[in-house]
């Protein structure tokens, strides 16, 4: 195969691997200041065993976090010294702020959140989980500024030429607010939000089908099923505004991710179709003029399809189309799971619905493979481009990498990171049916609703 190909599905893998973590992170993260913040509103010691409950979690996840992601700064230089040296000054100032802004704010209170709960004030320890909270949001933050950079770069000029040529930042704060960042930053942290809440919302069900921790599960519930909702509808508003973005800033990945070949006013918005690349058509489910509408709020204004672009500056079209639409069908599943756990939850019936129990359960994968192919949908769709318009993917690559020795490390990576996952799985399997430690409760506790399951004299659910 090709270097250059091979060196993409590197990175790929690398990036894929490694981005199953950071969104759970940065999600649980901001269910733990819900959680504690609850604690120390009402002093409910129930809360309390909840929040140490998920920060074992989130140290899990953070910890796999941080080693995968080292593994992807090494691939910058090995795989892509070219592109390193063309983005160096322009990667150089947003990394290095991820550094001391994100990886250190996060790093450095997270011992408190960890061992301080007996150590120091309540307050202060509260504060510790805001700050880890914020600082793995910083580090979303800088990440995707800097992605972003390569989709719409914006405050830079070229010095240079050929091999030699590299941007260079003339304006910082151009290249900090370019013309997707804003659109794209509140995308990804909507979906790393749901990353986690959705693992809240997984090991809930799991533990009402168990029958266990049933105090801690109807908090959680209640809890998860309000952040899912909100965080759900902010998503839908985000997805127009960032696709509407896609189509002014980027009109070949937007005539991708739609299927569009001919620029005309009505365009179909396709919700299930298949690409037939060779007549250069959509076959499916179509619905007429509202491509037009909802890019332009104009049925009758034209979409620029791919016979405005030449063919070598085209993106594959068939993976990006159903990556994109496969992301959508995600945020569908989750919008229906959540509103049949509403319906049920609010009739106090979930506890006896198994379906949508099961539906909670396995809908953990549901954000975790939106996120996975919305990446792929803005990666893939930037294509032939490592940066948009200005280099090309084949010239960002080292040009003293062999395919054989790209070959053999993603073998490499493959069996490293399949082994890091199982252990993943067997670590966070443990915490969960460990669950939150139980604790007598002080006062009276109103739960979301009175014990869902029968009690029997002995005091064990039946």
Not at 16 to 26: N, Q
Not at 113 to 141: D, K, Q
Not at 146 to 159: D, E, L, R, Y
Request: glycine share 8%; charged share 15%.
């Amino acid at each position: 195969m090709d270097v250059v190909f091979l060196s993409r599905i590197q990175f790929a893998l690398t990036s894929a691997f490694h981005y199953i973590y950071p969104p759970m992170s940065i999600g649980i993260g901001l269910m733990l200041v819900i959680f504690e913040g609850v604690y120390m509103k009402t002093k409910l010691p129930l809360y309390k065993e909840i929040t140490k409950f998920w920060v074992k979690i989130f140290a899990l996840t953070f910890a796999l976090g941080v080693a995968t992601g080292i593994v992807q700064l090494f691939g910058f230089g090995t795989n892509w010294s070219r592109y390193s040296r063309f983005v160096g000054d322009v990667f150089g100032s947003a990394l290095g702020a991820e550094g001391i802004f994100a990886f250190f704010l996060e790093a450095g209170f997270l011992g408190i959140m960890l061992f301080g709960w007996e150590r120091v004030s309540p307050r202060l320890h509260y504060v510790s989980t805001i700050l880890v909270c914020l600082g793995a949001h910083f580090s979303a933050v800088w990440i995707t500024i800097a992605n972003s950079w390569m989709q719409t770069p914006a405050g830079f000029k070229i010095v240079g030429e050929g091999a030699q040529a590299r941007a260079v930042v003339t304006d910082f704060w151009a290249m900090l607010f370019n013309p997707s960042s804003i659109d794209r930053l509140v995308h990804v942290t909507l979906g790393c939000w749901l990353a986690g809440i959705f693992l809240v919302l997984s090991v809930t069900a799991y533990y009402y089908l168990k029958k266990q921790h049933l105090e801690s599960a109807n908090h959680m519930m209640k809890m998860g099923l309000i952040a899912a909702a909100i965080s759900l509808v902010l998503q839908l508003i985000s997805a127009d505004i960032t696709a509407r973005g896609v189509a002014f800033n980027q009109p070949s990945k937007f005539a991708a991710m739609e299927g569009v070949y001919k620029t005309q006013g009505n365009a179909s918005l396709s919700i299930i179709g298949w690409v037939d690349q060779k007549n250069e058509e959509v076959k499916g489910l179509k619905i007429p003029g509202l491509l037009s509408y909802l890019v332009y709020r104009d049925v009758q204004k034209p979409v620029i399809g791919f016979d405005q672009i030449p063919v070598e500056n085209r993106p594959p079209v068939q993976v990006v189309f159903q990556t994109y639409h496969l992301m959508i069908a995600m945020w569908g599943l989750m919008a229906f799971v959540t509103l049949a756990a509403f319906f049920y939850w609010k009739r106090k019936k979930l506890h006896r619905t198994k379906w949508v129990l099961w539906c909670l359960i396995v809908s953990v994968l549901f954000p975790q493979i939106a996120n996975q192919v919305g990446w792929m949908t803005a990666e893939i769709g930037r294509q032939p481009w490592i940066v948009y318009n200005i280099l090309r993917t084949s010239d960002g690559a080292s040009p003293r990498v062999s395919a054989q020795q790209v070959s053999l490390s993603i073998t490499m990576f493959l069996v490293i990171y399949a082994l890091l996952f199982v252990l993943f799985i067997f670590l966070l399997d443990k915490k969960i049916k460990h669950g939150p430690d139980l604790v007598e409760p002080q006062g009276e506790i109103v739960p979301v609703y009175r014990n869902p399951f029968k009690v029997s004299q002995g005091g064990k659910h039946e």
